[in-house]
T-cell receptor, first 109, second 117 residues
Framework: GDSVTQMEGPVTLSEEAFLTINCTYT??????LFWYVQYPGEGLQLLLK?????DKGSNKGFEATYRKETTSFHLEKGSVQVSDSAVYFC????????FGAGTTVTVRA | NAGVTQTPKFRILKIGQSMTLQCTQDMNHNYMYWYRQDPGMGLKLIYY???????DKGEVPNGYNVSRSTTEDFPLRLELAAPSQTSVYFCASLSGGRARGRDQPQHFGDGTRLSIL
Protein backbone atom coordinates (compact mmCIF):
# COMPACT_ATOMS: atom_id res chain seq x y z
CA GLY A 1 0.00 0.00 0.00
CA ASP A 2 0.86 3.66 -0.07
CA SER A 3 3.33 4.94 2.49
CA VAL A 4 5.48 7.92 3.41
CA THR A 5 8.94 7.79 4.94
CA GLN A 6 10.57 10.90 6.32
CA MET A 7 13.88 11.44 8.05
CA GLU A 8 13.95 10.84 11.74
CA GLY A 9 14.54 13.65 14.12
CA PRO A 10 14.99 15.47 16.19
CA VAL A 11 16.82 18.07 14.17
CA THR A 12 18.48 20.97 15.99
CA LEU A 13 19.76 23.97 14.07
CA SER A 14 21.06 27.45 14.71
CA GLU A 15 19.18 30.47 13.40
CA GLU A 16 19.93 31.26 9.73
CA ALA A 17 21.04 27.69 9.04
CA PHE A 18 19.82 25.69 6.04
CA LEU A 19 17.12 23.13 6.73
CA THR A 20 16.30 20.06 4.71
CA ILE A 21 13.92 17.27 5.71
CA ASN A 22 13.88 14.25 3.46
CA CYS A 23 10.62 12.62 2.44
CA THR A 24 10.12 9.65 0.11
CA TYR A 25 6.91 7.91 -0.78
CA THR A 26 5.50 4.78 -2.34
CA UNK A 27 2.21 4.94 -4.18
CA UNK A 28 0.46 2.92 -6.85
CA UNK A 29 -1.21 5.94 -8.44
CA UNK A 30 -0.40 9.62 -8.94
CA UNK A 31 -0.74 11.18 -5.50
CA UNK A 32 -0.73 14.76 -4.40
CA LEU A 33 1.99 15.51 -1.85
CA PHE A 34 1.80 17.76 1.18
CA TRP A 35 3.90 19.17 3.97
CA TYR A 36 2.09 20.01 7.19
CA VAL A 37 3.51 21.86 10.19
CA GLN A 38 2.48 21.43 13.81
CA TYR A 39 3.43 24.14 16.27
CA PRO A 40 3.49 23.28 19.99
CA GLY A 41 0.02 22.72 21.40
CA GLU A 42 -1.70 23.10 18.04
CA GLY A 43 -3.10 20.96 15.27
CA LEU A 44 -1.49 20.35 11.92
CA GLN A 45 -1.76 23.05 9.30
CA LEU A 46 -0.91 22.97 5.64
CA LEU A 47 2.53 24.36 4.83
CA LEU A 48 2.68 23.62 1.10
CA LYS A 49 1.58 21.12 -1.51
CA UNK A 50 2.30 19.85 -5.00
CA UNK A 51 -0.18 17.98 -7.14
CA UNK A 52 1.87 16.60 -10.03
CA UNK A 53 5.40 15.71 -11.03
CA UNK A 54 7.90 18.61 -11.16
CA ASP A 55 5.52 20.94 -9.33
CA LYS A 56 7.18 23.08 -6.68
CA GLY A 57 5.22 24.06 -3.59
CA SER A 58 6.36 27.05 -1.59
CA ASN A 59 5.24 29.01 1.44
CA LYS A 60 6.88 31.07 4.22
CA GLY A 61 10.32 30.52 2.67
CA PHE A 62 9.90 26.74 2.55
CA GLU A 63 10.04 24.84 -0.74
CA ALA A 64 9.55 21.27 -1.90
CA THR A 65 9.60 19.80 -5.40
CA TYR A 66 7.59 16.75 -6.46
CA ARG A 67 10.16 14.36 -7.93
CA LYS A 68 8.46 11.36 -9.52
CA GLU A 69 11.71 9.77 -10.71
CA THR A 70 13.06 9.57 -7.17
CA THR A 71 9.62 9.42 -5.46
CA SER A 72 10.67 12.25 -3.19
CA PHE A 73 9.31 15.51 -1.81
CA HIS A 74 12.10 16.97 0.32
CA LEU A 75 11.38 20.11 2.34
CA GLU A 76 13.97 22.92 2.32
CA LYS A 77 14.40 26.36 3.80
CA GLY A 78 17.44 28.49 3.23
CA SER A 79 17.55 30.41 6.51
CA VAL A 80 15.54 29.18 9.48
CA GLN A 81 14.24 31.26 12.36
CA VAL A 82 13.41 30.35 15.94
CA SER A 83 9.74 30.59 14.97
CA ASP A 84 10.23 27.63 12.58
CA SER A 85 10.61 25.28 15.55
CA ALA A 86 7.83 22.74 15.05
CA VAL A 87 7.03 19.20 13.94
CA TYR A 88 6.88 18.73 10.18
CA PHE A 89 4.83 15.99 8.51
CA CYS A 90 5.07 14.79 4.95
CA UNK A 91 1.83 13.34 3.58
CA UNK A 92 0.32 12.01 0.40
CA UNK A 93 -3.20 11.72 -0.94
CA UNK A 94 -3.87 9.01 -3.48
CA UNK A 95 -7.59 8.87 -2.58
CA UNK A 96 -6.24 7.44 0.63
CA UNK A 97 -4.29 9.60 3.02
CA UNK A 98 -0.89 8.61 4.41
CA PHE A 99 1.33 10.56 6.82
CA GLY A 100 4.97 10.27 7.69
CA ALA A 101 6.00 9.93 11.34
CA GLY A 102 6.93 13.59 11.66
CA THR A 103 10.27 15.34 12.17
CA THR A 104 10.80 17.59 15.17
CA VAL A 105 12.85 20.69 14.34
CA THR A 106 14.30 22.97 16.99
CA VAL A 107 15.96 26.23 15.98
CA ARG A 108 18.20 27.91 18.55
CA ALA A 109 18.94 31.61 18.63
CA ASN B 1 -13.56 31.66 10.58
CA ALA B 2 -13.78 28.78 13.08
CA GLY B 3 -12.76 25.86 10.81
CA VAL B 4 -12.58 22.62 12.84
CA THR B 5 -13.42 22.92 16.53
CA GLN B 6 -12.64 20.22 19.08
CA THR B 7 -13.85 20.05 22.66
CA PRO B 8 -12.66 19.55 25.30
CA LYS B 9 -9.02 20.58 24.96
CA PHE B 10 -7.91 18.52 27.95
CA ARG B 11 -9.46 15.68 29.91
CA ILE B 12 -8.41 13.19 32.55
CA LEU B 13 -10.43 9.98 32.79
CA LYS B 14 -10.34 7.04 35.13
CA ILE B 15 -10.00 3.53 33.73
CA GLY B 16 -13.39 2.21 32.67
CA GLN B 17 -15.07 5.59 32.30
CA SER B 18 -16.59 6.70 29.04
CA MET B 19 -16.58 10.01 27.24
CA THR B 20 -17.30 11.66 23.92
CA LEU B 21 -14.82 13.87 22.11
CA GLN B 22 -16.65 16.49 20.12
CA CYS B 23 -15.70 17.71 16.66
CA THR B 24 -17.56 20.19 14.51
CA GLN B 25 -16.64 21.95 11.29
CA ASP B 26 -18.26 24.93 9.59
CA MET B 27 -16.80 24.50 6.11
CA ASN B 28 -19.48 22.11 4.80
CA HIS B 29 -16.86 19.44 4.21
CA ASN B 30 -18.09 15.95 3.43
CA TYR B 31 -15.01 14.10 4.65
CA MET B 32 -14.09 13.94 8.31
CA TYR B 33 -11.41 11.99 10.17
CA TRP B 34 -10.29 11.07 13.66
CA TYR B 35 -6.61 10.50 14.37
CA ARG B 36 -4.60 9.78 17.46
CA GLN B 37 -1.05 11.02 17.92
CA ASP B 38 1.17 9.29 20.43
CA PRO B 39 4.44 10.87 21.63
CA GLY B 40 7.09 10.77 18.92
CA MET B 41 4.77 8.99 16.56
CA GLY B 42 2.86 10.10 13.52
CA LEU B 43 -0.89 10.10 13.08
CA LYS B 44 -2.92 6.93 13.19
CA LEU B 45 -6.38 6.93 11.64
CA ILE B 46 -9.12 5.75 13.98
CA TYR B 47 -12.31 6.33 11.97
CA TYR B 48 -13.40 8.39 9.01
CA UNK B 49 -16.59 9.49 7.31
CA UNK B 50 -17.31 10.41 3.70
CA UNK B 51 -20.61 12.07 4.46
CA UNK B 52 -23.55 12.19 6.84
CA UNK B 53 -24.69 8.71 7.79
CA UNK B 54 -21.53 7.00 6.49
CA UNK B 55 -18.59 5.97 8.66
CA ASP B 56 -15.77 3.48 8.29
CA LYS B 57 -12.90 2.07 10.31
CA GLY B 58 -9.34 3.26 10.03
CA GLU B 59 -6.24 1.39 11.14
CA VAL B 60 -6.82 1.57 14.95
CA PRO B 61 -10.61 1.51 15.59
CA ASN B 62 -10.73 -0.85 18.57
CA GLY B 63 -12.14 0.76 21.69
CA TYR B 64 -13.77 3.64 19.79
CA ASN B 65 -17.06 4.41 18.09
CA VAL B 66 -18.23 7.26 15.89
CA SER B 67 -21.41 8.61 14.39
CA ARG B 68 -22.14 11.16 11.68
CA SER B 69 -25.71 12.35 11.86
CA THR B 70 -24.96 15.75 10.33
CA THR B 71 -22.37 17.13 7.93
CA GLU B 72 -20.98 19.39 10.67
CA ASP B 73 -20.47 16.99 13.57
CA PHE B 74 -18.34 13.88 13.97
CA PRO B 75 -18.11 12.82 17.64
CA LEU B 76 -15.73 10.11 18.84
CA ARG B 77 -16.86 7.90 21.71
CA LEU B 78 -14.66 5.98 24.13
CA GLU B 79 -16.81 3.40 25.91
CA LEU B 80 -14.43 1.81 28.43
CA ALA B 81 -11.35 3.96 28.78
CA ALA B 82 -8.02 2.13 29.01
CA PRO B 83 -4.51 3.52 29.71
CA SER B 84 -3.51 2.61 26.13
CA GLN B 85 -5.95 5.27 24.92
CA THR B 86 -3.92 8.06 26.54
CA SER B 87 -3.07 10.20 23.54
CA VAL B 88 -3.74 13.42 21.69
CA TYR B 89 -6.76 13.15 19.43
CA PHE B 90 -7.16 15.21 16.28
CA CYS B 91 -10.21 15.68 14.16
CA ALA B 92 -9.80 16.77 10.55
CA SER B 93 -12.01 17.57 7.59
CA LEU B 94 -11.56 17.63 3.84
CA SER B 95 -13.65 19.11 1.08
CA GLY B 96 -14.87 17.09 -1.86
CA GLY B 97 -17.90 15.37 -3.29
CA ARG B 98 -18.45 11.70 -4.02
CA ALA B 99 -15.58 11.71 -6.50
CA ARG B 100 -13.23 13.96 -4.63
CA GLY B 101 -9.98 15.24 -6.01
CA ARG B 102 -6.63 14.52 -4.36
CA ASP B 103 -5.35 18.06 -4.17
CA GLN B 104 -7.28 19.44 -1.21
CA PRO B 105 -5.54 19.65 2.17
CA GLN B 106 -7.02 18.43 5.41
CA HIS B 107 -8.07 21.00 8.00
CA PHE B 108 -7.24 20.03 11.56
CA GLY B 109 -8.60 21.01 14.94
CA ASP B 110 -6.29 21.89 17.81
CA GLY B 111 -6.65 18.49 19.43
CA THR B 112 -7.93 16.95 22.65
CA ARG B 113 -5.28 15.85 25.11
CA LEU B 114 -6.64 12.81 26.94
CA SER B 115 -5.05 11.07 29.92
CA ILE B 116 -6.44 7.86 31.37
CA LEU B 117 -5.28 6.96 34.84
Amino acid sequence: GDSVTQMEGPVTLSEEAFLTINCTYTATGYPSLFWYVQYPGEGLQLLLKATKADDKGSNKGFEATYRKETTSFHLEKGSVQVSDSAVYFCALDDYKLSFGAGTTVTVRA
Amino acid sequence: NAGVTQTPKFRILKIGQSMTLQCTQDMNHNYMYWYRQDPGMGLKLIYYSVGAGITDKGEVPNGYNVSRSTTEDFPLRLELAAPSQTSVYFCASLSGGRARGRDQPQHFGDGTRLSIL
